[in-house]
């Protein structure tokens, strides 16, 4: 069973930058690892998701250009650098891991069907005006 933990979120002001990390116990069955969020009173979104291998990502158009996912591979860590925060971005954020090779078909993630292999507990996010 592989375990996430994320860790980074808080509060901050509109405009602002917090970085959220997501750590997994081991990563040797995943082929992805992705962020989501959930707003009070609303649904899942997707928010990034980035390959355990390889240059790409895919990102939500509400987040481009000014949220970015990278990883470190030897500390088995995927990171969400938010900068330009804005009140809408205030949600609960979870990171997710896919262990399937469908899951490298990253525009996957953004669908309502994903359902993500193992999911982390969650980081709250609070942008204020």
């Known amino acids: 069973q592989v375990r996430l933990v994320e860790t980074g979120g808080g509060l901050v002001q509109a405009g602002g930058s917090l970085r959220l990390s997501c750590t997994a116990s081991?990563?040797?069955?995943?082929?992805?690892m992705g962020w989501f969020r959930q707003a009070l009173g609303k649904g899942r979104e997707f928010v990034a998701v980035?390959?355990?291998?390889?240059?790409?990502?895919h990102y939500a158009d509400s987040v481009k250009g000014r949220f970015t996912i990278s990883r470190d591979n030897a500390k088995n860590t995927v990171y969400l650098q938010m900068n330009s925060l804005k009140p809408e971005d205030t949600a609960v954020y979870f990171c997710?891991?896919?262990?399937?090779?469908?899951?490298?078909?990253?525009?996957?993630?953004?669908?309502?069907?994903?359902?993500?292999?193992?999911w982390g507990q969650g980081t709250q996010v609070t942008v204020s005006s």
């Open positions: 081991e990563r040797t069955n995943l082929y992805a």
């Open positions: 997710a891991a896919g262990s399937r090779a469908r899951d490298l078909n990253l525009s996957r993630w953004g669908s309502e069907s994903f359902g993500g292999d193992y």
């Open positions: 980035i390959p355990w291998s390889g240059s790409q990502t």
